[in-house]
Each structure stands twice: as structure tokens, then as C-alpha cells.
């Protein structure tokens, strides 16, 4: 039968209680065979990974079936200053979840179609688009799962706004326009 073993640190001098919650349910903690420590909601180990949101705040004119960088001129947040310049260089090494919203409009005729591209280190990654048809603006959102080195790999959206006529990546008022965010979902 295994046992537990408490131990103190010779160095500190604090006090550390394990204190049961007010139940009247019995429960079981269950530790994992394997070493490593313990992460509570105040350890500074989990969930520090980068985190950003940004958003378009204005028209951004492109033309037509043409592949273009989408410009976001607001931060929501920028939780480790990885993101410039609409552009996501994270700084620690993992899989990222990245999400992009591409809204697209036409000033005459209708969309044929919307595409947003997901760029990685300046290539094409991942896509995703939408045949829209018959109306004059639209969307389309893409959601990818991304691993990121930590030192030289960034992240950018680009997209296509197709319809024969003068097109825009197109701003009507927060939320409803074009957004690009991500969150490191798990370390390296």
C-alpha cells in the first residue's frame, strides 16, 4: 500500500494548511503517477501563454480575386505584445488556436465569393471560404489549430473578395467587421 508523505522545506518559514470545503458529500483526490507540481487558479505557470484580439475599424479597398493582407488598426488586447503591424509573432513555443473573420463587401453587383487565408511565415497555411451569391457583403470565418516555434514564426490573415466589381474588406461597426484573434492552447 502506498502511503503519503508530507514534507516541509527547511528554508521557509510559512505555514501551509490543507483545509476541506464545507460539504456534507465525501470526495476523493486522486494524485497521478508521475512527478511534477501542482498548478492552482493563482499559479503563474498555467495560462501565461500570448493571447491577442484585434479588430478592423475602418474600409480597407481591395481588388478584385486578389490576395490581401487584412489590415486590423484595433487591439483588443495583446496580453505579451506579440501582435504589430496586424501581424502574430507569439514568443513561446506551442500550438496556437487562431480564429479570423473576414467580412467583405462589393460597392456594386454581387459577391461570388469570399476567401480568408491564414498565412504562416508568409506562406499559405489553411483557408477556408464561401460561395456567397446574390448579396452585396458577407462573411467568413476560419478557426485553425497552429504550431508556432516561439522565436521566428508569425501569423497573418490575408483574403479575397471576388465579384467583378470594386470590393472591400468591409467595416460596418464592432463586432460586425473584420476580426483576427489567438491563444496559445498548450505548450510545446
Keep these: 500500500m502506498s502511503s503519503i508523505k508530507l514534507e516541509s522545506n527547511a528554508s521557509g518559514t510559512g505555514i501551509f494548511t490543507l483545509a476541506s470545503p464545507n460539504s456534507n458529500t465525501n470526495r476523493t483526490l486522486t494524485l497521478p503517477d508521475n512527478t511534477g507540481t501542482v498548478l492552482t487558479t493563482a499559479s503563474t ?52 488556436q487562431i480564429n479570423g473573420i473576414l467580412r467583405g463587401a462589393t460597392t456594386s453587383g454581387t459577391l461570388t465569393g469570399l476567401i480568408i487565408t491564414l498565412h504562416k511565415n508568409g506562406s499559405a497555411y489553411a483557408r477556408a471560404q464561401d460561395g456567397t451569391g446574390a448579396v452585396a457583403q ?40 473584420s476580426r483576427f484573434s489567438g491563444s496559445l492552447a498548450r505548450a510545446a
Design 138 to 177: 458577407g462573411q467568413v470565418c476560419g478557426s485553425w489549430l497552429v504550431y508556432c516555434n516561439g522565436t521566428t514564426d508569425y501569423l497573418e490573415l490575408y483574403g479575397i473578395v471576388a465579384s467583378g466589381a470594386t470590393n472591400s474588406f468591409s467595416y460596418n461597426s464592432a463586432p460586425i467587421t
Design 45 to 96: 505557470i498555467a495560462g501565461t501563454g500570448p493571447a491577442f484580439s484585434a479588430y478592423a475599424n475602418a474600409d480597407q479597398s481591395v481588388s478584385n480575386n486578389t490576395n490581401t493582407k487584412i489590415t486590423f488598426q484595433v487591439e483588443d488586447f495583446d496580453t505579451a505584445s506579440c501582435f504589430a503591424s496586424s501581424t502574430f509573432t507569439p514568443n513561446v513555443a506551442g500550438y496556437y
